[in-house]
């Protein structure tokens, strides 16, 4: 059983950085496809980024282009999300989750491909 976990939400002012972190106990990332995404209570969840595991080749969605990035920490066995240049709208709590092989190129963003997900870290962004 895949159990995921994410850490590093918190309060940030705009034009700050977070950095997220998902890890995971008895299984190794670095076979999973891991996806971040985040959702604002009353809203659909949003994909937001996706590192695939076959070729760590990465997706992110237009609103945080330039702005996000992904990795990998295998060492760590985490995959992060790099928060830069934060906005009021980036607030949500933000979950990872498990696909396999590569993010799928049109599906990337739909949750319903992913098996295993985490219970969410909360970010604010607030002045």
């Known amino acids: 059983q895949v159990q995921l976990v994410e850490s590093g939400g918190g309060l940030v002012q705009p034009g700050g950085s977070l950095r997220l972190s998902c890890t995971a106990s008895?299984?190794?990332?670095?076979?999973?496809?891991i996806g971040w995404f985040r959702q604002v209570p009353g809203t659909e969840r949003e994909g937001v980024s996706c590192?695939?595991?076959?070729?760590?080749?990465?997706y992110y969605a237009d609103s945080v282009k330039g702005r996000f990035t992904i990795g990998r920490d295998n060492a760590k066995n985490t995959v992060y999300l790099q928060m830069n240049g934060l906005k009021p709208e980036d607030a949500a709590v933000y979950y990872c989750?498990?696909?396999?092989?590569?993010?799928?190129?049109?599906?990337?963003?739909?949750?319903?491909?992913?098996?295993?997900w985490g219970r969410g870290t909360q970010v604010t962004v607030s002045s």
């Open positions: 008895g299984v190794n990332l670095a076979n999973y496809v």
């Open positions: 590192i695939s595991s076959a070729d760590s080749s990465t």
């Open positions: 989750a498990t696909d396999i092989i590569r993010c799928r190129r049109s599906l990337w963003q739909d949750t319903r491909v992913y098996d295993h």
